[in-house]
């Protein structure tokens, strides 16, 4: 039996000096992560998100209607083998970046392929996607569920459905999709307010607390969802790239997500956007960002531990790459190295260019996706 120790721990969000905890082997870190980062929302199967250089949009159906995709993501999402490559990417780069817990939307099936292919592998929300258009209905959801409802069961997942939003899934969808989620688990996500207010459309559809089902919100640029009783998971960055603007407070904030986590990285990576635009302590913001999402989803934190070899700081810059990372005391990372495959974060954003290439040559229009840059580690 051995320890691990830092000079400095965030733990639950508090920052604490000196921090030792029993492990099976002695590590030491300057900074560690208790649990590690949580990503409360991530789309694995987007491999563009029909941005134009310049282009902003009113609001979340506007963009919906009027974006150019270069790619056919129903196309995609129906592509189990291409699908699911791109989910394990997704929790390949969630782990080399520090994230023990992702909760992912789009094609379950790919998803769960994905993830049980792998060990160690993150802790997992499943919120497969519906709504009212082909490639997307609760019947396709069903017949993924019927294909995987004995595949999730060893306490590190958690599953759901995500109702893409109220405007585009009609009540009788949403009705299904609440049935649906009920026989598995009782977890709900959707976008909400993400350019206007819908506080009054989710309170005609849900009714008033307490709800039959634990719902998350998502995005809420619009809507105080406080006051139907919930906290959101923020995704300021895209929501700067599609409108220009964000939240203008963390107030009701419980989790940050990535949205596109294949072409902007996962949440430790938008850690400098969050602090620019919120500026609120780092404790407050590493609260929200790590053990914010295992609230939000009612997930355990036991054994989510990432270390590393830089200050706080860094870390908040979106500078640094963790050194290990376990997730539920089994070590996923070590020296910066998938422990399963020996695979570095280089090595998973190599493959990630290229497999967006694969979906653009097999399901694109001929044109290249615009990928926006973000800055890369050091």
Same mark, same amino acid.
């Given at each position: ?7 400095? @721990? ?56 009027? /974006? ?15 699908? $699911? ?24 099936? @790919? ?22 258009? &082909? ?5 396709? %959801?069903? /017949? ?7 595949? %999730?069961?060893?306490?590190? @997942? ?6 893409? $939003? ?32 819908? @506080? ?7 009714? &008033? ?14 809507? +105080? ?50 602090? /620019? ?17 295992? /609230? ?7 054994? +989510? ?20 990372? $376990?997730?539920?005391? &089994? ?22 260019? &290229? ?24």
């Amino acid at each position: 039996m051995g320890f691990i120790e830092a000079d400095i @721990a965030v733990v639950h969000g508090r920052v604490v000096e000196n921090f030792r905890i029993p492990f099976g082997e002695d590590l030491y870190f300057k900074v560690v992560l208790v649990p590690g980062f949580s990503d409360g929302h991530a789309h694995p199967q987007v491999v563009d998100g029909g941005l134009r250089p310049g282009v902003l949009w009113r609001d979340s159906y506007d963009w919906i209607e009027n /974006r150019d995709l270069a790619v056919d993501e129903v196309m995609v999402r129906r592509d189990l083998n291409l699908a $699911s490559k791109l989910a394990l990417l997704t929790f390949y780069r969630a782990l080399l970046e520090g994230t023990t817990l992702i909760s992912l939307t789009g094609r379950l099936a @790919a998803n769960v392929k994905a993830w049980i292919s792998m060990t160690p592998r993150p802790k997992a929300v499943m919120l497969p996607t519906v709504m009212d258009r &082909e490639g997307w209905t609760v019947e396709e %959801v069903k /017949r993924d569920y019927q294909r995987v409802s004995m595949m %999730v069961g060893d306490g590190l @997942a958690r599953l759901g459905v995500f109702v893409h $939003s109220i405007r585009l899934a009609g009540r009788n969808t949403i009705g299904e999709a609440l049935r649906l989620a009920s026989q598995r688990g009782g977890l709900i996500g959707l976008h909400m307010g993400e350019g206007r207010s819908e @506080a009054e459309d989710f309170k005609e559809v849900f009714g &008033e607390p307490p709800y039959p089902s634990r719902i998350v919100p998502v995005h809420c640029i619009d809507d +105080d969802t406080t006051t139907i009783g919930l906290q959101c998971v923020s995704c300021p960055l895209t929501n700067i790239l599609l409108y220009g603007r964000t939240r203008t407070s963390l107030a009701g904030v419980g989790n940050f997500g990535s949205d596109w986590p294949l072409l902007l990285g996962t949440v430790s990576r938008h850690l400098p956007i969050i602090a /620019r635009r919120f500026k609120e302590p780092p404790d407050s913001i590493m609260r929200i960002a790590t053990i914010g999402g295992y /609230r939000i989803y009612d997930i355990p934190p036991d054994g +989510d531990i990432v270390g590393y070899d830089v200050s706080l700081q860094k870390i908040l810059e979106g500078k640094a790459k963790p050194k290990f990372v $376990s997730v539920k005391w &089994e070590t996923a990372v070590y020296e910066g190295t998938l422990t399963n495959n020996n695979l570095t974060l280089e090595d998973v954003e190599k493959t990630i260019t &290229e497999t967006i290439k694969e979906a653009t040559e097999k399901y694109g229009k001929g044109d290249k996706p615009y990928i926006p840059k973000l800055p890369s580690h050091p």
